[in-house]
């Protein structure tokens, strides 16, 4: 079985279940330790919908908060959610935030190799 992720009417990925249920706990523990809402929903019927308007800003915060440390297990925490959240909005259709239009080098590659795994349904 897997897990539909949608944002407006796109499907913008299908992992297996367990993937997804992984993802979906680890962006609900990071708005907390953060205090920023993620714009996730709840997971209903092998759905869930991601409003866009806060996802966006939710993975612009992960992405500078990994930059502005040099703490290599925080990083390495932060890395799978935030390559995964920038492909989801790469599908979407993009980002209004600047450091999302161009996080660098590093997280391009990583976008596009997880993009590559990343089906949507």
């Known amino acids: 079985m897997s897990c539909f992720f949608q944002i407006g009417e796109d499907d913008v990925w299908n992992p297996a279940n367990l993937v997804a249920r992984t993802f979906h706990a680890e962006v609900l523990a990071l708005e907390k330790v953060f205090e920023v809402p993620s714009g996730l929903g709840p997971i209903t019927d092998d ?63 990583r976008r596009r190799s997880l993009s590559r795994r990343m089906t949507r349904g």
């Open 47 to 109: 759905e869930c919908r991601i409003d866009n308007r806060d996802f966006t800003p939710f993975v612009a915060t992960l992405l500078r908060e990994y930059q502005k440390t040099n703490h290599t297990v925080l990083r390495s925490l932060l890395e799978g959610v935030i390559g995964v959240g920038l492909v989801l909005l790469e599908r979407a259709g993009g980002s209004d935030i600047p450091s999302l239009k161009n996080p660098g080098e590093f997280w391009e590659e």
